[in-house]
Every structure is written in structure tokens, then in C-alpha cells.
């Protein structure tokens, strides 16, 4: 995990979150999570709570116009133009005499083959981080909690496109946004995957039903589901995708995270008697196999690490950090010419503020944490909840604020850093 600047302690038992306290039943704005008793046409007309009851890591759903006259967020060439950028993670696969090909990007327009060639896929990661059409897309998603949700990425595929039949260990929404695609899917228990090959590719794909999507339909698929998706002519596929890191993952990052905080616990015991914290040996007698690993350093050591101790608040502390640190290829754009804070304040008391479409911000009921860096959430949880809820304050909001000048220096750095912006649109 990267290293963040030092995260301040979060005070214990302060700020308490009213279970009332969400600011959907206010938004009527369309910024809001979708309302979970709403049904809506997203889900075929189920609710978010019904969908997640029912379909939500169980089963997969087709939905007939999810999104009724949806345009592709961006157009084709807008795609091949963010697969050139160097921060940007794209992939190109190609399948032509039953051999799979993989390449990674950037990719200038001249290195991907002519859109008169057949059978070949471009992917591209993260779009809902470089453009703001994706990230209102990405919106309709968050009756999903924001630290569940990745990424959207888009794929283009001329005509007999696609990945191969595969499955993933994530959830992911399929929105068709451009041309028809195939699909084919199939709850199968044989998951292995051809050897040797640069992509996951099942050996036996056994599908059991099929579909042609088209600009609006949506398939949801929960993990472990074997799917095939096929382009019939030109193609785009949105696939709004989760993150749910495997247990060696968050045993390895929430013991490394650990580490850090005993060690600034360590620094910070000024005066105290550290020596214990060692290991010391005043009992070893001389040997005659130097190479041997003494039998008591084991058991001292195994009984200075019996003494770790953590609890719920380390766990809490631990995932908003590491959930909500971006991704290693983010960078975020700082003003150009930045405001100073007056004219910062004046501006924002305006217009509003809103979170950089880069910026995570998450919170439990003690802290927030943003983009990595964790801050207690008591004196901040009137405006830090509706801002991380909503990713956005109105003009009014932010004139209550105004009034505490901590509150308005911070939000200032945060607008020099380029986490958040002025303006409550993008
Ligand atoms: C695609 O959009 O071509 C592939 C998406 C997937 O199968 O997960
Ligand atoms: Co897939």
C-alpha cells in the first residue's frame, strides 16, 4: 500500500451518525444514491433494495431498457483517444485463426488495426476517471456502497468481437451503449481455463441462455458466472464493475497497515521504557551450530507477536484508508491558477464545491478518509457526509461552513490538490 501523509488519529466515541441522517430524502436533484424503494426501469423495474435481495450476488438479471434512449458516453473516437494516454490502462485483444492475442496500451490511433478488420476488442479501464459522461453514469450505481464499486470501463469491438467465454470473480453490470452484442451465459461448475493463453478463456463454455443486447439493455452477472459476449457489428459495452479484495489481499494490506500504527504508536510513547520492545537474549549459552535457529528465539518472538492486538476501530480505520487510496496511475490536476482562499471562499459560497470524479471519500462513524488519509469526523460530520453522499455542495451549504475557518482552510488545500473543485457541475 502506498505510503499516505500521517493520518490523525480518529478521536474514539465522538461523532455518532443519526440513522436518519442520509441525504437522498433530500436530493431531488439527481445527484443523490438512487432511493432503495424506488422501483425503477435500471432494474427492470424492480427496486434497488429488491434487486439486491434477490439477484445481488446470486444470480444474473437481463434488463430490457435500462436506460431508454442511451447514448454511448463517448463517441468512438473519444475512446481510441483516451487508450493513447499513457495514465490510462487499456488492452487490446484479437482473435483471428483460433489464436488469442493480447496487447497492452497506450495505443496511438495508427496501432490499432482498421475498423474494416474483423474480431478484435479494445478495452479501456477506469473511464468514469477522465470523463465526467461515465462518472453520471457510474451515478445510477450507488445504491451499491461506493466501497464495493471499481470501475466503469467501456469496451469497443467491431463485428465478431469479443474476450472469449470467461468468467470473472467480481460483479458487473454489461449496459449495452452502442451496436448488438451476443450474449451467452451459463451457471457452469467447470471453470478452468485453457492453458497457455494470454486471457482467461474457458475450456468447455456450456452456455444455457442467450440474448442480443442492444443500446439500453443491461445484464447483470454475479461472480462465477461463464459468459461469451459477441459484437454483430460495431459494438460498445459499458461494464460497471466491483471490487471485493480476496482475504490474502486484506490479510497482507490490513497487517502492513498495522505495522505503520504500532510503529507511530512506539514514536509517539515519549519517556516510556521501550526496551521490552525487542528481542533480548541474556539467557543464550554459547553454541556449537552457529546456523541453527535457537528454539527460544522462536518462542519469544511468537510471544511478542501474540501481544498484537486490533479491534473493530483498527479494522474500520484500515478499510476506509485502503478503500478509499486511488489507484497507483491516478494523478490528480491541480488548479491551474488557484484561487487564494478568499477568493476560494467568495467563489464556493457561490457556486458550490464538488469532489474531483478522482476523489474517493468515504466514512464510518468516527472518521472520514479521502483519497487515503484518514481525519476524525467530529466538528466535520454536518458537511463531510452530505459532500461524500452526494460528491457535492450547494452554494448555500458551503456559506454555513464559511463561518469556521478550519473547516474552509481545509477545503482549500483540498481545491489546491485538486481533490475537490469549485462548482457544484462539471
Ligand atoms: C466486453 O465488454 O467485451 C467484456 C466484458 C466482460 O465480459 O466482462
Ligand atoms: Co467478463
Redesign the pocket.
Known amino acids: 500500500m502506498p505510503k499516505r501523509p500521517n493520518a490523525q488519529p480518529a478521536s474514539p466515541g465522538s461523532a455518532r451518525i443519526h440513522p436518519h441522517q442520509t441525504f437522498q430524502a433530500e436530493a431531488s436533484d439527481g445527484f443523490a444514491a438512487p432511493a432503495p424503494d424506488v422501483p425503477t426501469a435500471l432494474l427492470g423495474n424492480l427496486s434497488p433494495a429488491q434487486f439486491m435481495r434477490r439477484y445481488w450476488q446470486k444470480k444474473p438479471l437481463l434488463i430490457r431498457g435500462a436506460i431508454p434512449g442511451l447514448a454511448a458516453p463517448l463517441t468512438r473516437d473519444e475512446l481510441f483517444a483516451l487508450a493513447d494516454r499513457d495514465e490510462v490502462e487499456s488492452r487490446l485483444?484479437t482473435h483471428a485463426r483460433n489464436k488469442w492475442a493480447l496487447e497492452h496500451g497506450p495505443f496511438a490511433r495508427d496501432e490499432l488495426p482498421s475498423l474494416k478488420q474483423r474480431a478484435w476488442?479494445l478495452?479501456v479501464q477506469g473511464v468514469d476517471l477522465h470523463d465526467e459522461r461515465a462518472r453520471m453514469l457510474l451515478e445510477r450505481f450507488r445504491f451499491v456502497p461506493d466501497a464495493r464499486l471499481d470501475d466503469l470501463?467501456?469496451?469497443f469491438?467491431t463485428d465478431g468481437?469479443?474476450?472469449g467465454p470467461?468468467f470473472?470473480s467480481y460483479d458487473?453490470f454489461?449496459l449495452q451503449v452502442h451496436g448488438k452484442?451476443r450474449w451467452r451465459i451459463g451457471a457452469q461448475r467447470d471453470l478452468t481455463l485453457e492453458p497457455g493463453l494470454p486471457l482467461k478463456v474457458l475450456q468447455h463454455f456450456e452456455p444455457d441462455a442467450e440474448w442480443l443486447l442492444e443500446p439500453g439493455d443491461m445484464l447483470y452477472?454475479p461472480p462465477h458466472i461463464a459468459?461469451?459476449?459477441i459484437?454483430e457489428g460495431e459494438c460498445m459495452?459499458?461494464?460497471i464493475?466491483f471490487r471485493a479484495p480476496s482475504a490474502t489481499e486484506l490479510t497482507s494490506q490490513f497487517l502492513y497497515h498495522l505495522a505503520e500504527k504500532l510503529a507511530e504508536r512506539v514514536d509517539n510513547a515519549q519517556g516510556a521504557n521501550v526496551s521490552d520492545q525487542r528481542y533480548c537474549d541474556p539467557q543464550q549459552p554459547a553454541v556449537t551450530r552457529p546456523a541453527q535457529l535457537p528454539a527460544a528465539l522462536v518462542q519469544k518472538v511468537g510471544a511478542i507477536l501474540a501481544k498484537v492486538r486490533w479491534d473493530d476501530g483498527d479494522v474500520a480505520s484500515f478499510l476506509g484508508a485502503y478503500l478509499s487510496e486511488p489507484k497507483p496511475s491516478v494523478v490528480f490536476d491541480p488548479p491551474r491558477r488557484a484561487l487564494d482562499e478568499v477568493r476560494f471562499i467568495r467563489q464556493a459560497s457561490k457556486a458550490g464545491i464538488r469532489l474531483d470524479r478522482k476523489s474517493l471519500l468515504l466514512y464510518d462513524e468516527r472518521a472520514y478518509y479521502l483519497n487515503g488519509e484518514e481525519n476524525p469526523l467530529a466538528g466535520a460530520k454536518t458537511w463531510v457526509l452530505e459532500l461524500a453522499d452526494r460528491r457535492r455542495l450547494s452554494g448555500k451549504r458551503f456559506v454555513t461552513l464559511s463561518r469556521h475557518p478550519s473547516m474552509t482552510a481545509r477545503l482549500h488545500e483540498w481545491y489546491c490538490a485538486g481533490w475537490i473543485q469549485v462548482g457544484e457541475l462539471g
Do not use: F, K
Open positions: 485483444i476488442t478495452l470501463m467501456i469496451s469491438a468481437g469479443g474476450v470467461h470473472d458487473v454489461l452484442r452477472l459468459h461469451d459476449g459484437a459495452t459499458c461494464s464493475g
